[in-house]
């Protein structure tokens, strides 16, 4: 499985909370990017009266947008073949009814690509950007941030977690 058990798994999460029209990006638990569920319970602790989502960058290789709501969660899941290396990949397919795929080479997401659509991004301009493939995930978070409206709040945290 390659990076499973304890070890920390490199990468960040992030919380980010749109509440009175404001953006606000929280670290999240470390755990998160080995543990789909404890990802998704971290985030629906965060009270606020506006969205929620999570931002996983797993890596430097795929990256989660995973967003709770009263009925459940919604999930998207940059690179489907990760979930052939990644506990927490692996985890997103199975709460999504996906089989992972055969072929690692081929990169196609699985989940709701319309996950923040009512925040200013359609599916459409989501899937443009998990089409670059040559971006590391911490970017494509960065265009999902930009096309969002809280790139700088991103870039402001990142910069104090990155040291």
């Known amino acids: 499985m390659g990076m499973s058990g304890e070890e920390p798994v490199p990468g960040f999460g992030v919380a980010v909370i749109?509440?009175?029209g404001k953006w606000r990006c929280d670290q999240m638990d470390n755990?998160?990017?080995r543990e789909l569920d404890a990802a998704i319970t971290e985030l629906r602790k965060t009270r606020s009266t506006g969205a929620v989502f999570g931002l996983l960058a797993v890596d430097d290789e795929f990256f989660?947008?995973?967003?709770?709501?009263?009925g459940g969660v919604a999930l998207l899941l940059s690179d489907a073949a990760a979930a052939l290396d990644y506990d927490i990949a692996a985890d997103a397919l199975d709460l999504l009814r996906v089989d992972p795929?055969?072929?690692e080479d081929e990169v196609w997401p699985e989940g709701s690509l319309d996950i923040l659509a009512d925040l200013g991004l359609p599916a459409p301009e989501l899937q443009v950007i998990i089409d670059e493939v040559d971006l590391?995930?911490?970017?494509?978070l960065q265009m999902i941030a930009q096309r969002c409206g809280f790139a700088a709040e991103l870039t402001k945290h990142l910069d104090t977690i990155l040291q």
Do not use: C, F, N
Request: no cysteine; proline share 19%.
């Open 18 to 20: 749109r509440e009175d």
């Open 31 to 33: 755990i998160a990017l």
């Open 64 to 70: 989660v947008v995973l967003r709770p709501s009263p």
């Open 101 to 103: 795929p055969e072929d």
């Open 136 to 140: 590391y995930p911490d970017e494509q």
